[in-house]
Structures are given as structure tokens and as C-alpha cells.
């Protein structure tokens, strides 16, 4: 292959007509997705664990005055969702930034931009999962309900938390004085059955939220929005009740000094900030199934980054006003907070809204990374099977099923890093 081959394009034209871009009394893809529904997509992508962690962190560098961090950063993102829309209205096909990289750059570079997707999508699910399990199996506990400390972690992490407590144990630690992370590796090594003295110690729950979120992006992206909808509804609602309540214990003495340690301070939480906004582009792999996609997909993602950003802003302000900023610097400051006011309770909430989060956030990337392998397998990327479209749920049934595969067998058995 010569480098002219390697860097060949696509027109607009020929990429429209090879993608076969149907209307719904055919074989192509249900066309359902209004503006709500593409916001929704947005905000559950964007308003993930992100919110539940970055904020605590960030405020510990910049103070309150992390609050215009999430503007800045939300101001950037908004010109990076600019260029999305110019695309997406030229090229409304669900290929993403994939099909845009093939049109503008060459095929080499759309080939490493399909592969970066998969990076951010599936891979990055497999993360998401096996937190939604910690998650999941702390809000159980929370209720009194268990489930067997070795059907709810990954077996490297069981066997390193052996080894230490372990270790511990020999130099005179009592095993209570231990974090409750390391007991629980602990007690799943040691009672884990055996099978021909190999322990089997796998995080279910993980497997279970892929499998399940799978299964609804397989059977048509109406049920997908509608899970999804009701997901974004009772996520925004937690985080308003959230806001709420903690808006009465807001001490504005709090807020002083705003910007504690200057510009440079704030701009320090920037990566974590900058993170916390990832997935608005998912929309953009919807295009085919879109009612008007050349106005409503730029609409949905301008919408999206509007309310995740006033959301983020007024959350930041309302912890940061409830205790010192120098307080923050916990793996999870909502509940934090309200454990200071003695309202521990609403720590039972928190974790639901943080549940729903990262199962939202799930939903939206497993329905986005079928969608760009379909796009790959049209130009001959991947093989044809790749781009099937099912006959009765007018969904990519194969890339999905491949996509749940992915991501459900390395979150069965994997460390989190």
C-alpha cells in the first residue's frame, strides 16, 4: 500500500451513499432520538462518578473558586462542541469522530481514531463497571443485604489484600484495626471455594451491569433511551435534593478566602475537571438514529454541557460552603459533607445517585462503541459482520454483543488499575 492509499478520503457524497443512509421503513437504523433524549444521552455521559469525586479534590487546590473552573473548562469544551456540530451537521452519520477524521485526514488517521474511541468507550467501561460494583455492593450493605465478599471483587486484588493483611498480622496488627477495603480482600481469599486449588473469586455485580445494560442497548435504542431518561431524571433529581439541603448549612465565611492559593491553585484541578466532562461526544455516534440530526445533535450537545456545567458550578459551591475547602481532599466529599452536619443519612441517597451515575454513563458508551464499529466495518476496517444491523431491533446486534464481551469479561477478573 502506498502512503497516497494510506491517506486517502472520503467525500461527504460517498460516505452518505456507502452508509446507505436510510429512512426507517427500511433495513437502516429507528429513527427516535429527539432533542430531549440526545440532551439526556449528553448529561448522562458527562454527569458520572466524576461529579460524586473531582469536585473534592479540585477544591482542595483551588478553593471555592473551583467554581469557575468548571466554567473555563466547560468554555473549552463548548468550542471542542462546536467543531462536533459543524461535522455532525455535515456528516450526520454514526461514525463520530471516526467518519470525520476519514473525510478530513486520510483513512490511516481515521483507523487510529477508531481504535482511540475504542480506548474511551469500551476499555474506559471496563473501569466504570468494576466501580459500580464497589458502589453497588456498599449501597447493599448500607440496606443490611450482603452478598459473598468473593463474588464481589476481582481475584488480584483479593490476593494482594491477603498478602497484606497477612503482613500486617505477623507485625502485631489487630485485624479490626484495618480498613474495611483490605478485611473484605481479606475474608474473600480465605473463603473462597476451590476448584482444583484455584480460588474462584470474581466480581459479579460488575458482570451483571454489562450484561444487563448490554442487553438494553441490544433490543433497540427506544428502550435505550427510555432507561436512559429515567436514569438522567432520578440522577439530576438526587443531585437537586443534594443542592437543597445542603444550600441551609452554607456558611459563607466558607468562601473566604475565594481563591486560596491564586490562579495557580485552581488551575491545578484542571485535568480532573477537564475529565469530568468526557462523553458529550458520545451523542454525536447517534446520528442515524436521530429525528433531525443536523439541528438537534449540535443542539443536544450545547444543552448538555449548559447543565452538567450548572450543576457542577452550584454543587461546588454549596461544598465548598458547607465545610472548609481544605476539607475536600476525600475519595468521596458528598457524603463527607453530610456526615459533618450529622446528616448521615443522606449518605444512602448519595450512593443511589452515584449507582445510577456510572450505570448512565455505561449505557451511553456501550450504545456509542457499536455504533463506530459499524462505521469501521462499512469502509472495510473490520470485517462486514461488524456493520450488521439486526432485522427486528434495527440495532448493530453482532458489534454489540461484542462490545458487551469486551467489556463483561476483563470487569469479571480485572484490577481497577
Known sequence: ?????????????????????????????????????????????????????????????????????????????????????????????????????????????????????????????????????????????????????????????????????????????????????????????????????????????????VIFITWICYIGIRKSKLTNNLMVLLKVVILLLVISVGAFYVNPDNWHPFAPKGLTGVLKGISGVFFAYIGFDAISTTAEECKNPKRDIPLSMFLALLIATVLYVILSLVLTGMVNYSELGVSDPLAFVFSRIHLGYLSGIIALGAVIAMASVLLVFQIGQPRIWMSMSRDGLLPRIFSKIHPKYRTPSFSTIITGLFVAVPALFMHLT
Open 1 to 209: 500500500m502506498s502512503i497516497t492509499e494510506l491517506f486517502r478520503r472520503k467525500s461527504v457524497q460517498l460516505i452518505l451513499k456507502e452508509a446507505e443512509f436510510l429512512d426507517e421503513g427500511s433495513q437502516g437504523m429507528k429513527r427516535s432520538l429527539r432533542v430531549l433524549d440526545l440532551t439526556a444521552f449528553g448529561v448522562a455521559a458527562i454527569v458520572g462518578a466524576g461529579i460524586f469525586s473531582t469536585i473534592g479534590t479540585a477544591a482542595v487546590n483551588g478553593g471555592p473558586a473551583v467554581s469557575l473552573l468548571f466554567v473555563f473548562t466547560a468554555f473549552a469544551c463548548g468550542l471542542s462542541a462546536m467543531c462536533y456540530a459543524e461535522f455532525a451537521s455535515s456528516i450526520p452519520i454514526s461514525g463520530s469522530a471516526y467518519t470525520y477524521a476519514y473525510a478530513s485526514f486520510g483513512e490511516l488517521i481515521a483507523w487510529i481514531i477508531g481504535w482511540d474511541l475504542i480506548m474511551e468507550y469500551a476499555i474506559g467501561n471496563i473501569a466504570v463497571a468494576i466501580s459500580w460494583s464497589g458502589y453497588f455492593t456498599g449501597l447493599l450493605h448500607g440496606f443490611g443485604l450482603e452478598i459473598p465478599s468473593y463474588l464481589g471483587i476481582d481475584f488480584l486484588s483479593a490476593a494482594r489484600g491477603f498478602k497484606e493483611v497477612t503482613h500486617e498480622l505477623q507485625n502485631g496488627v489487630n485485624f479490626k484495626d484495618l480498613n474495611l477495603e483490605l478485611q473484605s480482600a481479606y475474608q474473600a481469599w480465605v473463603t473462597a471455594p476451590k476448584i482444583f486449588n484455584v480460588r474462584l473469586i470474581a466480581d459479579l455485580p460488575a458482570l451483571g451491569i
